[in-house]
Protein backbone atom coordinates (compact mmCIF):
# COMPACT_ATOMS: atom_id res chain seq x y z
CA UNK A 1 0.00 0.00 0.00
CA UNK A 2 1.31 3.43 -0.72
CA UNK A 3 1.79 5.65 2.43
CA UNK A 4 1.09 8.96 2.72
CA UNK A 5 4.72 9.92 3.69
CA UNK A 6 5.80 8.22 -0.23
CA UNK A 7 3.19 10.68 -1.52
CA UNK A 8 4.46 13.82 0.26
CA UNK A 9 8.08 12.47 -0.84
CA UNK A 10 7.14 12.79 -4.14
CA UNK A 11 5.53 16.50 -3.66
CA UNK A 12 8.61 17.76 -2.33
CA UNK A 13 10.73 15.90 -4.83
CA UNK A 14 8.56 17.32 -7.52
CA UNK A 15 8.88 20.76 -6.15
CA UNK A 16 12.36 20.67 -5.62
CA UNK A 17 13.01 20.08 -9.32
CA UNK A 18 10.69 22.52 -10.55
CA UNK A 19 12.94 25.33 -8.60
CA UNK A 20 15.97 23.22 -9.83
CA UNK A 21 14.92 24.05 -13.23
CA UNK A 22 14.42 27.95 -13.07
CA UNK A 23 17.88 28.00 -11.28
CA UNK A 24 19.44 26.60 -14.52
CA UNK A 25 17.56 28.97 -17.12
CA UNK A 26 20.92 30.52 -18.31
CA UNK A 27 22.60 27.39 -19.08
CA UNK A 28 20.38 26.24 -21.75
CA UNK A 29 21.57 22.63 -22.28
CA UNK A 30 22.24 22.03 -18.75
CA UNK A 31 18.57 22.85 -18.42
CA UNK A 32 17.25 21.05 -20.89
CA UNK A 33 18.97 17.73 -19.79
CA UNK A 34 17.78 18.01 -16.08
CA UNK A 35 13.61 18.99 -17.45
CA UNK A 36 13.94 16.06 -19.27
CA UNK A 37 15.34 13.68 -16.86
CA UNK A 38 12.71 15.38 -14.33
CA UNK A 39 9.60 14.66 -16.34
CA UNK A 40 11.30 10.77 -16.80
CA UNK A 41 11.79 10.93 -13.15
CA UNK A 42 8.35 11.93 -11.88
CA UNK A 43 5.72 11.51 -14.96
CA UNK A 44 5.05 8.22 -16.00
CA UNK A 45 5.12 8.69 -19.61
CA UNK A 46 7.18 5.39 -20.55
CA UNK A 47 4.47 3.46 -19.24
CA UNK A 48 1.78 4.94 -21.10
CA UNK A 49 -0.99 7.22 -20.88
CA UNK A 50 -0.47 10.69 -18.91
CA UNK A 51 -2.85 12.68 -18.48
CA UNK A 52 -1.51 16.22 -18.17
CA UNK A 53 -3.19 19.63 -18.21
CA UNK A 54 -1.09 22.63 -16.78
CA UNK A 55 -2.14 25.69 -15.28
CA UNK A 56 -1.67 28.54 -18.16
CA UNK A 57 -2.84 26.84 -21.14
CA UNK A 58 -5.65 28.34 -23.26
CA UNK A 59 -5.01 26.62 -26.69
CA UNK A 60 -3.41 23.07 -26.48
CA UNK A 61 -5.05 22.83 -22.51
CA UNK A 62 -4.35 19.04 -22.53
CA UNK A 63 -0.95 17.11 -22.98
CA UNK A 64 -0.38 13.46 -23.66
CA UNK A 65 3.52 13.49 -24.52
CA UNK A 66 6.34 13.99 -22.87
CA UNK A 67 7.45 16.91 -25.43
CA UNK A 68 4.08 18.88 -24.80
CA UNK A 69 4.84 18.61 -21.28
CA UNK A 70 8.68 19.47 -21.68
CA UNK A 71 7.04 22.35 -23.26
CA UNK A 72 4.99 23.67 -20.25
CA UNK A 73 7.86 23.36 -17.97
CA UNK A 74 10.87 25.20 -19.80
CA UNK A 75 9.00 26.18 -23.64
CA UNK A 76 12.02 27.23 -25.91
CA UNK A 77 12.61 28.08 -29.40
CA UNK A 78 11.45 24.07 -30.44
CA UNK A 79 8.73 23.87 -27.90
CA UNK A 80 5.76 21.84 -28.77
CA UNK A 81 3.49 24.18 -27.68
CA UNK A 82 3.64 27.77 -29.41
CA UNK A 83 1.80 29.11 -26.61
CA UNK A 84 4.04 27.74 -23.81
CA UNK A 85 6.21 30.56 -21.80
CA UNK A 86 8.48 28.28 -19.62
CA UNK A 87 6.44 27.78 -16.49
CA UNK A 88 9.73 26.48 -14.59
CA UNK A 89 11.66 28.95 -15.47
CA UNK A 90 10.17 31.82 -13.89
CA UNK A 91 12.32 31.07 -11.66
CA UNK A 92 10.41 30.07 -8.14
CA UNK A 93 12.21 29.63 -5.10
CA UNK A 94 10.26 27.10 -3.51
CA UNK A 95 6.94 25.01 -3.57
CA UNK A 96 5.11 23.82 -1.31
CA UNK A 97 2.23 22.08 -1.68
CA UNK A 98 -1.28 21.81 1.04
CA UNK A 99 -2.69 18.52 0.61
CA UNK A 100 -6.90 18.76 1.23
CA UNK A 101 -7.08 14.97 0.74
CA UNK A 102 -5.08 11.69 -0.44
CA UNK A 103 -6.42 8.69 -1.61
CA UNK A 104 -4.02 5.55 -0.92
CA UNK A 105 -4.50 2.30 -2.51
CA UNK A 106 -2.07 -0.75 -3.58
CA UNK A 107 -0.34 0.54 -6.34
CA UNK A 108 -1.93 4.11 -6.81
CA UNK A 109 -2.50 7.45 -5.07
CA UNK A 110 -4.55 10.67 -5.31
CA UNK A 111 -3.49 13.80 -4.20
CA UNK A 112 -5.58 16.82 -4.41
CA UNK A 113 -5.15 20.49 -2.90
CA UNK A 114 -3.40 23.48 -3.75
CA UNK A 115 0.33 24.04 -4.21
CA UNK A 116 1.84 27.74 -3.69
CA UNK A 117 4.80 28.89 -5.89
CA UNK A 118 6.94 31.58 -4.51
CA UNK A 119 9.11 33.69 -6.61
CA UNK A 120 12.27 35.83 -6.82
CA UNK A 121 10.08 38.27 -4.80
CA UNK A 122 8.93 36.34 -2.20
CA UNK A 123 5.14 36.62 -3.89
CA UNK A 124 3.27 33.13 -4.00
CA UNK A 125 1.04 32.10 -6.42
CA UNK A 126 -1.54 29.72 -5.29
CA UNK A 127 -2.93 27.35 -7.54
CA UNK A 128 -4.88 23.91 -6.97
CA UNK A 129 -3.97 20.64 -8.52
CA UNK A 130 -5.04 17.18 -8.53
CA UNK A 131 -2.25 14.63 -9.04
CA UNK A 132 -2.28 10.95 -9.61
CA UNK A 133 0.26 8.23 -8.95
CA UNK A 134 1.21 4.79 -9.79
CA UNK A 135 3.59 2.94 -8.08
CA UNK A 136 6.19 1.49 -10.47
CA UNK A 137 9.40 -0.37 -9.96
CA UNK A 138 9.01 1.20 -6.25
CA UNK A 139 8.54 4.60 -7.12
CA UNK A 140 5.73 7.20 -7.41
CA UNK A 141 5.32 8.65 -11.09
CA UNK A 142 2.67 10.96 -11.84
CA UNK A 143 -0.19 9.79 -14.34
CA UNK A 144 -2.71 12.32 -14.18
CA UNK A 145 -1.51 16.15 -13.26
CA UNK A 146 -4.25 18.82 -13.25
CA UNK A 147 -3.91 22.26 -12.03
CA UNK A 148 -5.69 25.71 -12.55
CA UNK A 149 -5.58 28.81 -10.65
CA UNK A 150 -8.43 29.41 -8.17
CA UNK A 151 -11.88 30.80 -9.52
CA UNK A 152 -12.29 34.85 -9.66
CA UNK A 153 -15.93 35.31 -9.52
CA UNK A 154 -14.02 39.62 -10.55
CA UNK A 155 -12.95 38.12 -13.77
Given at each position: MI??????NAQEQWG???VKIGSLKD????CERFASDFLDKQYAFEQG?????????????FRGLKQEALSYFIA?????CQEDKGFAIQPWTK???ENFHLILENNRAIAMGNYFFTDTNGDEAKVEYT??????????KIDLHHSSFPYNPEA
Open positions: TKQEVLQGVNRAEAVLFKPTKCSEQQGDDRAVRFFGYQLINGEL
